[in-house]
């Protein structure tokens, strides 16, 4: 098998949304990770239904795949950054109302999941708080998602509630295990912040994984580098894809790049497919 790779619209906040589809495909990928946002597709839009099939279209057109991320900084509140999330002391269910529109707009653009988090828990709450408003967030976010057949992916963020695999895993527990709450990996946060190596969190994720995030990092720091200017082993990384037969898309994860983004990701595809060219040769080495 192979991978398969998107690029996300968050690292072309400077493109309109159908000139950054119309480059990504362009430069060959196979998908995109798109960020609901007011630069692109605006989730509170008075005709968000109009400009979803719009996008829908012209995704189809270019024959990439999707899976929507939910990660824009201030699509909710124009003072703090991710306000309010799951886990805020207050306004919770706008959090859960704007996921809530993100599963349609994922099931309206034939998306492969959509993926969210936590959040980062207020000053003075303790866990068993924390854990009562995630859960019953989720809980709701979940019912849409099977009223509207769409896979959800938590996703693991450094310096948030939820920011290891493990946490993820004891997430599903907690809930029960449903089927239709699974993984977002980023690898460069293995790096950054996991206690494993990228290989142990996408082994640890297996089944799970429904959507991979590619970017570089170094450890004990949150940002997301180009390939090869962090500590990424880029092709063990893969290899990992590969050993636990991942078949979602694995986007590119740079949302500062916008500035240069056609050449930054032009190069950043050019990387992974000498990386997976790599992965791929050293397990038929090993076969043999």
Same mark, same amino acid.
């Given at each position: 098998m192979s991978l398969r790779f998107g690029y996300g619209t968050n690292g072309f906040g400077s493109h309109r949304l159908d000139d950054a589809l119309g480059v990504i495909a362009g430069l060959g990928y196979d998908g995109v990770a798109l960020t609901v946002d007011h630069p692109h597709l605006d989730p509170f839009a008075p005709?968000?239904?109009?400009?979803?099939?719009?996008?829908?279209?012209?995704?189809?057109?270019?024959?990439?795949a999707v899976v929507v991320e939910t990660g824009a900084r201030y699509v909710m509140d124009p003072w703090h950054k991710h306000e309010p999330t799951l886990v805020s002391a207050d306004g919770r269910e706008r959090r859960v109302d704007l996921l809530c529109r993100s599963?349609?707009?994922?099931?309206?653009?034939?998306?492969?999941?959509?993926?969210?988090?936590?959040?980062?828990?207020?000053?003075?709450?303790?866990?068993?708080?924390?854990?009562?408003? !995630? =859960?019953?967030?989720?809980?709701?976010? $979940? /019912?849409?998602? *099977?009223?509207?057949?769409?896979?959800? #992916?938590?996703?693991?963020?450094?310096?948030?509630?939820?920011?290891?695999?493990?946490?993820?895993?004891?997430?599903?527990?907690?809930?029960?295990?449903?089927?239709?709450?699974?993984?977002?990996?980023?690898?460069?946060?293995?790096?950054?912040?996991?206690?494993?190596?990228?290989?142990?969190?996408?082994?640890a994720a297996g089944a799970l994984l429904a959507n991979v995030q590619?970017?570089?990092?170094?450890?004990?720091?949150?940002?997301?580098?180009?390939?090869?200017?962090?500590?990424?082993?880029?092709?063990?990384?893969?290899?990992? !894809? =590969?050993?636990?037969?991942?078949?979602? $898309? /694995?986007?590119? *994860?740079?949302?500062?790049?916008?500035? #240069?983004?056609p050449v930054v990701a032009a190069r950043s595809l050019e990387t992974l497919r000498a990386a997976l060219a790599r992965a791929q040769g050293e397990r038929e080495a090993v076969r043999t």
């Open positions: 005709d968000l239904a109009l400009r979803t099939a719009k996008v829908r279209r012209r995704l189809d057109r270019l024959g990439l599963v349609r707009i994922a099931s309206d653009l034939g998306a492969e999941a959509v993926s969210f988090w936590s959040g980062t828990l207020p000053d003075g709450t303790g866990a068993d708080e924390g854990w009562q408003r !995630l =859960l019953a967030g989720v809980d709701e976010v $979940l /019912a849409e998602a *099977e009223r509207r057949g769409v896979v959800c #992916a938590f996703e693991p963020e450094p310096g948030m509630f939820v920011d290891t695999v493990a946490g993820v895993l004891e997430l599903r527990r907690r809930l029960g295990s449903p089927e239709r709450l699974r993984v977002t990996l980023d690898v460069g946060h293995c790096v950054c912040n996991e206690p494993g190596t990228v290989t142990d969190c996408v082994h590619l970017d570089d990092m170094v450890p004990g720091a949150h940002e997301h580098l180009e390939f090869g200017t962090g500590e990424v082993d880029l092709p063990r990384a893969l290899g990992a !894809l =590969l050993d636990v037969g991942y078949s979602g $898309l /694995a986007a590119v *994860e740079l949302p500062r790049h916008g500035h #240069a983004a």
